[in-house]
């Protein structure tokens, strides 16, 4: 199982309306994301800093070229601008890859 991280930046005073949407997130948006092969998706903040971690059933190759052809996801990256910055990597449309640099199993 390969694992995957990202980070992003919420915008002064839009912590609230994250969350907010997160506790609201599509049904069709969680479809995606387990056709993908995505499962333990988890995200933290500290201050407007965010954290995001998820497992790839299938590889994370598989789950970035599975998002970027997704209408959904892009719908849901344009619904999310107004409150978050993220780049997001040209060639994969996905988070830009983190680099491991420790694990402890």
């Not at 790839?56 to 070229?65: I, P, S, T």
Request: charged share 30%.
């Amino acid at each position: 199982m390969e694992r995957f991280a990202w980070k992003a930046i919420v915008k002064d005073g839009m912590l609230e309306e994250y969350k907010k949407r997160h506790d609201n997130i599509w049904p069709e948006l969680k479809q995606v994301l387990k056709e993908a092969g995505i499962k333990n998706y988890t995200i933290w903040n500290v201050g407007n800093e965010l954290f995001g971690y998820f497992e790839c059933e299938r590889g994370v190759k598989f789950a970035e070229d599975y998002q970027a052809q997704s209408s959904v996801v892009d719908k849901w990256n344009e619904y999310m601008k107004d409150v978050m910055v993220m780049e997001l990597d040209p060639q994969t449309g996905a988070q830009p890859k983190m680099q491991q640099v420790f694990f402890l199993e």
